[in-house]
């Protein structure tokens, strides 16, 4: 559970924690963190090949878009479960097996891409999750804002959202060169429970494996960017660690 605001600040930066009904008035550098399970599942597409992902507020956008542009997918979700017409379901682990090379894709969810529009006037807006954090960071530090705003997009009503609550925290304490006890941050995701999304025996195997997928801290050597074109919000990865 987070507060409608948590704000830490020193001389050179300050970090805040906001959620989906606190978000829209940050202006300086965002960082919209999904870990379980959009931002997981858009690293993952991006390593599969992706080109770029659009963002969709509703399925209807979501698929209109892939109507008037033959050759994009529709990625997503509707409260978790797959959607009708849709090519791509938000689940990192069918994704990683996926050969997505140049695609471009448009991804709908429930809380990450609702948290992105929401954040639209952002100077600086990007993707945050476990398998991109330190990446994210690296991003972050290059471009110097003033405030990082993390918005915790997985709580509903001030309970729940604790994995992205660890994310933010670790990528907070990375940005101000704390020690990390990175197995306590993971212990916090673990308490996401697949049965939430659905009872099938099967899908929360899936589920299961989508977790395994989103803890693999650090995995991706990219961070990911959103920006403003023709109207809308696409998604790059932009590559920040190397050596």
């Known amino acids: 559970m987070i507060p409608s605001k948590k704000v830490i600040s020193n001389s050179t930066m300050e970090i805040e924690q906001l959620d989906l009904h606190t978000c829209g008035g940050a202006d300086d550098c965002v ?7 959009a931002f997981s599942s858009a690293a993952y597409a991006f390593d599969a090949g992706a080109r770029q992902i659009y963002l969709g507020g509703s399925v209807q956008e979501a698929l209109q878009l892939k109507r008037i542009n033959p050759g994009w997918l529709a990625m997503g979700e509707v409260d978790g479960l797959p959607v009708d017409g849709f090519d791509l379901w938000n689940s990192p682990a069918q994704v990683s097996k996926d050969d997505l090379s140049e695609k471009t894709l448009i991804l709908r969810t429930t809380a990450g891409t609702q948290g992105m529009l929401r954040c639209g006037n952002a100077r600086h807006l990007l993707a945050g999750s476990f398998v991109v954090a330190k990446a994210t960071v690296k991003l972050i530090q290059r471009l110097a804002p003033q405030r990082v705003s993390f918005v915790i997009t997985g ?12 994310c933010a925290d670790y990528m907070t304490a990375l940005l101000r060169h704390k020690p990390v006890n990175l197995e306590e941050h993971i212990q916090k995701v673990r308490k996401w429970d697949p049965a939430r999304i659905s009872q ?14 989103c803890l693999q801290v650090d995995r991706f050597d990219f961070s990911m960017q959103v920006f403003r074109r023709d109207g809308r919000l696409v998604m790059e990865k932009v590559y920040t660690i190397s050596g």
Not at 31 to 37: A, G, K, P, T
Not at 201 to 211: F, G, N, Q, V, Y
């Open 200 to 213: 099938n025996p099967s899908m929360i195997e899936l589920l299961r494996e989508d977790l395994e997928c």
């Open 31 to 37: 960082v919209v963190i999904d870990v379980c399970r």
């Open 155 to 166: 709580t509903r009503d001030g309970v729940g959202g604790e994995e992205d609550i660890a």
